[in-house]
């Protein structure tokens, strides 16, 4: 079954414990994504990656940092969480060229 | 900036009924795709409907059908004979086929409720 997953679906940890959500997918696609979901604010980009080994920033990329070491992998880390990373996170991969973009179950992370 | 405006927070229709829920978009590009993300209570982001700006032909999948107005930059969408699982958050998307960042930007969304 093609899919994207992302672990874990909750955490809640404290200011400045760093962590990683992981994100694979199983359908060789060369683009993938994070975004944060907010209320009132959609979804915003918070890196992006074209392929192994090219990763860039999206429109909110401060507090996080990312690899693509592998094509089906990319994982989201956090070196220093802050409350203001409270939020929805969600992991997405896609073929380039304007495909549907395919998203994982999503992270609800809560930072205290 | 691209941006995408859904005017409408929240929405509600009598089971059975039709509705239709309003997105607009700004940008310069004449070539570039645009989708329905449905958000269930389960928080799965699933893809209703998508369109591609050159076609002049209103997408349809099933009971969704879209209301593609490219001059007006208005991507409309009509759910027809709503059902209690419609019920769900809408997000409106845009994106460019830029063979780089293949970023997809949202609206604020727009809650459906389904009333029995």
């Known amino acids: 079954e093609a899919q994207v997953t992302q672990n874990p679906r909750y955490l809640i940890t404290v200011t400045g414990k760093k962590l990683t959500v992981t994100c694979s997918q199983n359908?060789?696609?060369?683009?993938m994504s994070w975004y944060r979901q907010d209320p009132g604010l959609g979804l915003r980009q918070i890196y992006y990656?074209?392929?192994?080994?090219?990763?860039d920033k999206g429109d909110v990329p401060e507090g996080y940092k990312v690899s693509r070491k592998e094509k089906r992998n990319f994982p989201l880390i956090l070196e220093s969480p802050s409350p203001n990373q409270t939020s929805l996170y969600f992991c997405a991969s896609s073929r380039s060229g304007g495909d549907e973009a395919f998203f994982g179950q999503g992270t609800r992370l809560t930072v205290v | 900036a691209q941006t995408v405006t859904q005017s409408q927070p929240e929405m509600s229709v009598q089971e059975a009924e039709t509705v239709t829920l309003s997105c607009t978009y700004d940008?310069?590009?004449?070539?570039?795709?645009l989708f329905w993300y449905k958000q269930p209570p389960s928080r799965q982001m699933i893809l209703v409907i998508r369109?591609?700006?050159?076609?002049?032909q209103n997408a349809t999948e099933n009971r969704f059908s879209v209301n593609f107005q490219k001059a007006a930059k208005s991507f409309s969408l009509k759910i027809s004979d709503s059902q209690l699982g419609d019920a769900a958050m809408y997000f409106c998307?845009?994106?460019?086929?830029?063979?780089?960042?293949?970023?997809?930007?949202f609206g604020t969304g727009t809650r459906l409720t389904i009333i029995p």
């Open positions: 990656s074209m392929n192994v080994e090219v990763t």
């Open positions: 940008t310069s590009e004449s070539d570039y795709y």
């Open positions: 998307a845009y994106r460019e086929p830029n063979f780089g960042n293949e970023k997809l930007t």
């Open positions: 359908m060789n696609h060369e683009y």
């Open positions: 369109q591609e700006a050159y076609k002049q």
